[in-house]
């Protein structure tokens, strides 16, 4: 993807305060990073490059990775793990798959075995303790899997311990308000990829748009096309959201679709843990 129809890196940052969070693990820095779509075409090596010489310099605890590494074939995951071996992180690093990492039916086996040998340990549906049973990690299946069952992995942890959870795409967020969320960590919408100035990404608005594109055009909006219907919640599409008392950070990730993106470039988040 050229830059121009790319856009610049962005680095997000934020404070997330955790209620119940240890003293010793106050203003630990994490870092996110979703939806690279690494096939040689949404994401250009410079960006990815730059993206993890991004995150080395952040010198983060802990790297995130939200899912959506390749687009269709699973192929290409062995040439990104080679870029994804240089990142560094002091507690290692941590992700989840998304829809696009189960295309195929080979697809998850190949992308987990491609990831786990550099150190990027995949949760599917399992807990991961990188700062200590006080805070546990949970990566959830991606939601368009049949094994995504929230309820096996949260009902394992006390109501009453602080945990992050990593899920693909950011509906999800609806049903885990039956659980104790202090943070969920989300991609998959790419941000909406073209936003309207103080109105937000143009998706949200795609009841009323896309049917009024002739057919003969749609085919040259294949985001708008191929995905108003693969979230329901496009008002998280990105950035910091309050669920009742669950939190949630939609990452606008780093790969693109054609058009392109407009006042939504590709995103590295820096996320500084605070006690309540």
């Known amino acids: 993807m050229h830059w121009f129809l790319s856009g610049p890196l962005s680095i997000q940052r934020l404070t997330v305060k ?146 992050i959870v990593l899920s693909h795409n950011p509906d999800t967020a609806e049903l885990l308000q039956r659980w104790r969320v202090d943070l969920q960590l989300s991609g998959h919408t790419h941000g909406g990829q073209v936003v309207i100035p103080g109105l937000g990404p143009i998706l949200i608005y795609h009841k009323k748009i896309f049917p009024k594109i002739p057919m003969k055009l749609r085919s040259c909006f294949p985001f708008l096309g191929r995905n108003y219907l693969l979230i329901r919640h496009w008002e998280w599409a990105q950035g910091l959201h309050l669920l009742g008392n669950n939190q949630l950070y939609v990452n606008r990730g780093l790969g693109t679709y054609f058009p392109g993106r407009l006042f939504c470039p590709p995103e590295v988040t820096e996320i500084i843990l605070e006690r309540a």
């Open 18 to 163: 955790i209620r119940g969070l240890p003293v010793c693990l106050q203003g630990k820095k994490l870092v996110q990073m979703s939806d690279f779509h690494y096939d040689g075409m949404r994401l250009s090596e410079e960006l990815l490059e730059q993206a993890i010489a991004t995150s080395n310099q952040l010198k983060p605890d802990l790297v995130l990775l939200t899912g959506d590494y390749v687009t269709t074939s699973p192929e290409p995951i062995h040439t990104l793990a080679l870029r994804l071996k240089h990142l560094q992180s002091q507690f290692g690093i941590y992700a989840v798959l998304g829809n696009h990492d189960i295309y195929y039916r080979r697809s998850k086996r190949e992308i987990i075995a491609a990831l786990n040998p550099i150190g990027v340990k995949v949760l599917w549906n399992e807990i991961g303790y990188p700062f200590g049973k006080e805070l546990p990690l949970v990566g959830l299946a991606d939601f368009y899997s049949p094994e995504f069952n929230p309820a096996l992995v949260m009902n394992q942890i006390d109501p009453d311990t602080p945990r």
